[in-house]
């Protein structure tokens, strides 16, 4: 928090957990947080606000992944992903095209999802200019017809 400033959110999108093709967990059809014990887990970076949540999740389950890395590059993520037989997470829009150009299929989890989302910041005591105004209704409309169209992610 930031004395002055308040935050606006742009949209917010659910999360997916991604794995290779040929990974033990694609061929379920939903999984849950306790399907994860023990599988090893790729991510670019670890300060992530979406791997924090998950981490938090597993936490408070008793849940303990195996080996996770982080290796600083989605490239680098795609390749242990399927040489390394490890899930990693990907945001809505972009786990599609991860997963055509990777191999890799969207895990149906039954949980709660985890969410990305952006903001905006303007002042406390203001509403957002015109063209802040026009993203944030632009950016939520996208998302939500994203999501929309895939009976995975109803609300």
């Not at 957990?17 to 014990?37: F, G, M, N, S, V």
């Not at 985890?114 to 910041?121: D, F, P, S, V, Y």
């Amino acid at each position: 928090r930031i004395p002055g400033l308040k935050t606006l959110r742009m949209y917010q999108e659910p999360v997916c957990l991604i794995a290779a093709q040929d990974h033990p967990l694609a061929a379920k059809e939903t999984i849950r947080y306790e399907d994860l014990q023990g599988v090893r887990f790729v991510y670019p970076h670890d300060s992530c606000c979406f791997v924090v949540e998950l981490f938090a999740r597993l936490k408070a389950r008793g849940v303990q992944l195996g080996r996770a890395a982080f290796p600083g590059s989605v490239y680098l993520v795609a390749e242990q992903m399927k040489n390394k037989n490890a899930v990693t997470l990907m945001p809505y829009a972009a786990a599609q095209r991860f997963c055509r150009e990777n191999g890799a299929v969207v895990l149906r989890a039954d949980e709660t999802p985890i969410t990305a989302w952006e903001m905006l910041l303007c002042k406390e005591d203001g509403e957002p200019g015109a063209l802040a105004a026009e993203m944030i209704r632009a950016s939520s409309e996208y998302a939500a017809q994203q999501t929309a169209a895939d009976s995975a992610f109803e609300a």
